[in-house]
């Protein structure tokens, strides 16, 4: 149980493009998810909470005009990379949560050229 | 933001062996610390967690250990193994399906032959 998934698990784009990354709880619905980056190597960054139904809850220094969170449903949040730059390549990864337990999705690797 | 420092940075032991890491936070107001371990190109995953009410919890070979007073909480892998090698990361929080999670810096785990 408390299976998260994410998609696509890589995306390559050209600089100046957006892309899309899907989270999705599969067996269990979570009101609350979060998005997180990590830099090889190194540990893993906030960058929002996602909440169903209203507005995502941003961490200081993160563009909210940058990085769109949708979280409109109870078992899917998406985070769009908008006009990506070679410095937004990333491991994405998203987490749900399940009363006090936050459960991961697998990452997205994302490469902007 | 709170800071959680892990330590040692990297640890090498052998097959069969203790390993212990360490967590330091300095925000009083946790009562969750959980305990996540990561493969490359994954997302973490929880390993074993423990509430304030308790000083030490064990789950199979895995054992947390918490001292409040020091605000300091460990982790002890018994019998290690190799398949164990992987970045282990604490990430205390506050109980509550909203709440965030601060993660440490990181241990780099190998487990040799």
């Known amino acids: 149980g408390a299976v998260v998934s994410q998609h696509p698990s890589w995306v390559i784009c050209k600089s100046g493009t957006s892309v899309k990354i899907e989270c999705r709880s599969l067996?269990?619905?979570?009101?609350?998810m979060f998005w997180y980056r990590q830099f090889p190597k190194q540990s893993l960054m906030l960058m929002a909470t996602s909440n169903e139904g209203s507005k995502a809850t941003y961490e200081q220094g993160v563009e909210k005009d940058k990085f769109l969170i949708n979280h409109a449903s109870l078992t899917l949040s998406t985070l769009t990379v908008t006009s990506a730059h070679p410095e937004d390549s990333s491991f994405y990864i998203c987490s749900a949560s399940l009363r006090d337990t936050q459960y991961f999705g697998p990452g997205t690797r994302l490469t902007v050229l | 933001q709170q800071q959680v420092k892990q330590s040692p940075q990297s640890l090498i032991v052998q097959k069969g062996g203790i390993s212990i890491i360490n967590c330091a936070y300095e925000n009083t107001a946790f009562d969750y610390f959980p305990w996540y371990q990561q493969f490359p190109g994954k997302g973490p995953a929880l390993l074993i967690a423990?509430?304030?009410?308790?000083s030490e919890k064990k789950e199979g070979r895995f054992t947390i250990s918490f001292n409040k007073s020091a605000k300091q909480f460990s982790l002890h892998i018994m019998d290690s193994q190799p398949g164990d090698s992987a970045t282990y990361f604490c990430?205390?929080?506050?109980?509550?399906?909203?709440?965030?999670?601060?993660f440490g810096t990181g241990t780099r785990l190998q487990v040799t032959l």
């Open positions: 067996d269990f619905q979570a009101t609350t």
């Open positions: 423990i509430r304030p009410d308790v």
């Open positions: 990430a205390p929080g506050v109980a509550g399906t909203a709440s965030k999670l601060t």
